[in-house]
């Protein structure tokens, strides 16, 4: 590698002049829609260290939690429930159960139970369980994908404002009732330019009908298609009165893949998508997303034969082409996605100015006390370039520092035992308040410059 022939990009840092509170934590994980196995003890170990508030799951029929009329059994659900706890997080629930008791055909077009009054004393059960009596969730989604229904991965499919609207109110009811303090929203649709998405919107203003958060799902390949979904939704709810519904993407990830192999699962461009992704959903501002997802699962044809018509969708999408976007691998094996979350929890709370050429780098800088992070994030989907950051520090303390670099590239550069960043550079330096140096950041790749104080 002859790196004096690089192209280089100037990178000014101003250590002091905070900018914003840096809310890397606003962007949390989503787990579940494909068993019903509670996350292993290494995943739950790999979630903790991560400290972020929130973590999303499916409420599925497979937890059975209603296997018969007036019949509860929550051995099930509670060891999967108790597994997402354990991980520090509360708990974003989307609601898709459908027990045969009360939606006796297997038919994902019949969202509208044939008991109201017993649907509504199952979710109010629920509810009770898992905000009140254990207090591990705070949000209830209403329905998952209810626009392409079991295509989704969930047995309800809604096709107007009205029926989801209808679903919508029927749920809400028993929710707030057992729970008033939960917030409850949706639709969590699969295109967020569903055609009756602003209907529904105003259907809720209209009525007065409470409406905590909106939420939808996007997986592609561009973060600017992120970013503009974001803007779409905003403007559905520029006039709304009062304090207007959160934002939240329930699900995100890059787009999916024609052919599915191993190897593709620990490919660094992934991990560049998702923290380039991530910063231009910050700029953008929106309250939580939420990656989808933690942990790589098998789904189960004969769990889904109980409540799908055509199970065919999860075979293909666990099976047979899994898109292994998991932060863990089906046995629990640490990818690159991780390291972009470690990074991003360790490097403070104030963001600091940055001012840089134009190039493919992503640049943020915080401060944490005296302690100065710098990240680089060279993603294009379009034009890969490596590169040499000029990093350029003024207002520095002036003094001792350790200097290290840790990247996420193809060279594997973590220990996968202890799920830490292994530095590809740590040195002792000593700066006046200005200081420059030059670091590497090869296309594709996520690299954190840290000084801390000696």
Known sequence: MNYNALPTVTVAVNAGQVVKPFEWWRHCLGHGGINSHPLPDRVIAGAEKLGLPMLRTFMQ???RVYPDRNTFDWSICDRYMESLQA??????AALTMKPRSIFPAIDHAVWKP????????VVGAVVKRYSVDRKIVTYWEVGNETDIGEWGGCPLLTTTAESYFDFYTTMLKPILEVFPGAKVGGPAI????????PEFIELCKKTGTRLDFVSWHLYNNSPRDHVMLIRHIKSLLADSPGKKPELLITEWNKGFERVSVEEMAFDPNRAAHTAATILDMMDEG?????????????????????????????TIHWNEIP????????????RPQYFVYQMLGRMGKEQISVKQEP???????????KRLSVLLVNHNRDEETDLVAKLSFDQLPQG???????????????DPKSMELIPVEQREIDTYPQYKCHVYSPAGSVTLLTLDPL
């Open 323 to 334: 898109h292994r976007f998991g932060l863990f691998g089906v046995n629990a094996e640490v």
């Open 114 to 121: 044939a008991d109201i009054a017993e649907w509504q004393k």
């Open 61 to 63: 029929e497979y937890l």
């Open 286 to 314: 929106v309250d939580w997303t939420f990656y989808y997802h933690i942990w790589d699962q098998t789904a189960y044809i004969d769990d889904f034969n109980k409540f799908f018509k055509d199970p065919t969708i999860m």
């Open 359 to 369: 190039s493919n780098l992503r640049t943020r800088a915080v401060r944490d006390g």
């Open 400 to 414: 001792r520092k350790r200097l290290t670099t840790c990247r996420i590239d193809a060279k594997r550069n973590w």
């Open 190 to 197: 699969a295109d967020g330019r569903c055609d009756w998405l």
């Open 87 to 92: 991980t520090g997080s509360s708990v974003v």
